[in-house]
C-alpha cells in the first residue's frame, strides 16, 4: 500500500544523546516535512526539502538536523543541543510543483526525554 | 504566531448538531486546507480550496474562504461521534514555494 511510514513510534531519550526519527514514503512524492507538535500548540515546522539532496531550515529547526540523500527518506535527527525535545513528531509528504497540494501524514513518533 | 489560527480552540455538540469553526491568517496565500487529527495520530487531509474558489464541499463538509478577510470556516454538517478529534487548517503561503503553515487547532467532541 502507498504511504508515509515513521518509525518508531515511541522513543525514549536520555540527557546529551542524539537520536534519529526514520520517515519513509512510497508516494513518489518530492515534498517532504518533519512538524513538531506539543500540547495544545498546533504543528511547527522543523524542516523541509523540495527535492533530493536539498533541503531548507522551517520555523524552529535549531537543534535538528536531517538529510535526503533518497527521495523516499527523510530522517531526522535530534541532537543534544535540543534543549526540549519531548514532543510529538510528524512527517509528511506531498507532491511539488509550485503549489502545494495534500499533505499525507506518518503516524508520528512520540520522543520522551529521560 | 502562527500563520494560521483557529477560533474557537474547542467545541463540545451533541449528536446532528453542525459544528462551525475559522481559520484566519495572515500573508497571500495560494490554498487553504483542512486536516483532522484523532488523538496520537497522524492528520488526515479532508479538503483543499484554492485562493480563487469561495466555496466547496466534500460530503458532509463544507468550507468557505474569503481572501479580503484572510479568513476561512469549516463547516461539518450532521455531526457524529466519530467526527470527535482535532481540526487544523492549513496554509500554503504564496511567496514560500508553497510550504503548509498550520493552525493550533480546533478541538471537537462530539456527545451521542
Known amino acids: 500500500d502507498g504511504g508515509i511510514t515513521q518509525s518508531p513510534k515511541y522513543l525514549f531519550r536520555k540527557e546529551g544523546q542524539n537520536v534519529t526519527l526514520s520517515c519513509e514514503q512510497n508516494l513518489n512524492h518530492d515534498a517532504m516535512y518533519w512538524y513538531r507538535q506539543d500540547p495544545g500548540q498546533g504543528l511547527r515546522l522543523i524542516y523541509y526539502?523540495?527535492?533530493?539532496?536539498?533541503?531548507q531550515k522551517g520555523d524552529i529547526a535549531e537543534g535538528y538536523s536531517v538529510s535526503r540523500e533518497k527521495k523516499e527518506s527523510f530522517p531526522l535527527t535530534v541532537t543534544s543541543a535540543q534543549k526540549n525535545p519531548t514532543a510529538f513528531y510528524l512527517c509528511?509528504?506531498?507532491?511539488?510543483?509550485?503549489?502545494?497540494?495534500?499533505?499525507?501524514f506518518g503516524q508520528g513518533t512520540r520522543l520522551t526525554v529521560v | 504566531s502562527q500563520q494560521g489560527e483557529e477560533d474557537p480552540q474547542a467545541l463540545s455538540i451533541q449528536e446532528g448538531e453542525n459544528a462551525t469553526m475559522n481559520c484566519s491568517y495572515k500573508t497571500s496565500i495560494n490554498n487553504l486546507q483542512w486536516y483532522r487529527q484523532n488523538s496520537g495520530r497522524g492528520l488526515v487531509h479532508l479538503i483543499l480550496?484554492?485562493?480563487?474558489?469561495r466555496e466547496k464541499h466534500s460530503g458532509r463538509l463544507r468550507v468557505t474562504l474569503d481572501t479580503s478577510k484572510k479568513s476561512s470556516s469549516l463547516l461539518i454538517t450532521a455531526s457524529r461521534a466519530a467526527d470527535t478529534a482535532s481540526y487544523f487548517c492549513a496554509t500554503a503561503i504564496t511567496d514560500s514555494w508553497g510550504k503548509l503553515q498550520f493552525g493550533a487547532g480546533t478541538q471537537v467532541v462530539v456527545t451521542p
Open positions: 480550496i484554492r485562493s480563487n474558489e
Open positions: 526539502s523540495q527535492i533530493v539532496n536539498d533541503f
Open positions: 509528511a509528504s506531498s507532491q511539488t510543483g509550485g503549489l502545494v497540494t495534500e499533505a499525507f
